[in-house]
């Protein structure tokens, strides 16, 4: 069946540094990806998305692009803050039958300090 | 607030007991989903709603495991003696329409399930 693969964390990185975040995935044909973000306390948020090959989602400095070559959508951002300190999910739509939902992965840790 | 709300956030059942989780969509989404989430690891699909229906209810991991929607809002999740396997967060989310459409479902902040 379908499924994500994510890097294994925490991930650890002083403020302003470099983001990268790995995702792959395995799926049939060509699904849409997401990457889902938990802030401490709180419930799982869509960060961004990209529903086609070449598509890249953004948001709130985050990017990432759909790689149908390499099955892959990394998550990246330039800058990081203590803010983004969070588990991030990289997930994808898979179909069954009729319905469709979301496959995560097992989610990666970012720790960020000053 | 109006997002989706998840009672009770924490439980603690001993080995055997039953647990009933309830979730309260946002008002008006007409899917909702429960997932179960393990320590370390990512969300797992339990079943989903479409209103009142029940179309997928694949991943319930067994016969214990019991999801209903009946009057296609609020949603309970009921586990039949408990074992201590079922230990982990169970999170519902809910979606105006089919993930398909947007895939962007709205999550609440789980319910913790410690079995003992």
């Known amino acids: 069946g379908d499924s994500v693969t994510q890097m294994e964390g925490p991930v650890t990185l002083s403020e302003e540094a470099f983001l990268t975040i790995n995702c792959t995935y395995t799926?049939?044909?060509?699904?849409?990806l997401f990457w889902y973000v938990q802030y401490p306390g709180e419930g799982l948020q869509l960060l961004l998305k990209?529903?086609?090959?070449?598509d890249k989602g953004s948001n709130k400095g985050f990017e990432a692009t759909y790689r149908k070559e390499t099955t892959s959508f990394h998550l990246e951002k330039g800058s990081v803050q203590v803010s983004d300190s969070a588990v991030y999910f990289c997930?994808?739509?898979?179909?069954?039958?009729?319905?469709?939902?979301?496959?995560f992965g097992t989610g990666t840790r970012l720790q960020v300090t000053l | 607030g109006a997002g989706v709300s998840q009672s009770p956030r924490y439980k603690v059942a001993k080995r055997g007991q039953d647990v009933a989780l309830r979730c309260d969509p946002i008002?008006?989404?007409?899917?909702l989903f429960w997932y179960q989430q393990a320590l370390g690891q990512g969300p797992e699909f339990l079943t989903y709603?479409?209103?009142?229906?029940?179309?997928?209810k694949s991943g319930l991991p067994s016969d214990r495991f019991f999801a209903e929607r009946p009057e296609g809002s609020v949603s309970t999740l009921k586990i039949q003696r408990t074992q201590q396997e079922d230990s982990a967060v169970y999170l519902c989310a809910s979606s105006p329409s089919g993930v398909a459409n947007t895939g962007e479902l709205f999550f609440g902040e789980g319910s913790r399930l410690t079995v003992l």
């Open positions: 990209a529903t086609k090959a070449d």
């Open positions: 008002s008006g989404h007409v899917s």
């Open positions: 709603f479409q209103n009142e229906a029940q179309l997928d």
């Open positions: 799926a049939t044909g060509y699904p849409s």
């Open positions: 997930a994808l739509i898979s179909r069954s039958g009729t319905a469709s939902k979301l496959t």
